[in-house]
C-alpha cells in the first residue's frame, strides 16, 4: 500500500480540479438584459469598423493569400550542394 502513496497529490489535484470545473460549468439562471445594455450593444453593432479590418484598396480577390508558415525549412529544388 504504501508503495501507492506517490498517487496520493494527483488524485488530490484531480480530484479539486473536478469540482471546480464543476462548479464553474453550473447552470447559472437567465437574466434579461437591462435596457442600458441594450443600447450599449446596439451603438456597438452599428458603429463602423476600424479601418484594420476593411479590406485593402490594392488587395482583389485576384491576389493569391500568403501562405502560412510550417517552421519547417524546405531547400528549393534547383540548388544542390555537395557536403
Known amino acids: ?10 488524485v488530490v489535484v484531480t480530484g479539486t480540479a473536478m469540482l471546480v470545473a ?9 437574466r434579461e438584459p437591462s435596457q442600458a445594455e441594450q443600447d450599449r450593444f ?3 453593432i ?3 469598423l476600424p479601418n484594420a ?5 490594392g488587395a482583389d480577390a485576384r491576389s493569391r493569400p ?6 519547417v525549412a524546405v531547400r528549393r529544388s534547383g540548388t ?4
Open 66 to 71: 500568403r501562405e502560412r508558415s510550417t517552421g
Open 22 to 30: 464543476g462548479w464553474a460549468g453550473r447552470e447559472r439562471p437567465e
Open 53 to 57: 479590418a476593411r479590406p485593402r484598396p
Open 42 to 44: 446596439a451603438e456597438a
Open 80 to 83: 544542390r550542394r555537395s557536403a
Open 46 to 48: 452599428l458603429r463602423p
Open 1 to 10: 500500500m504504501e508503495i501507492l502513496l506517490w498517487l496520493l497529490p494527483a
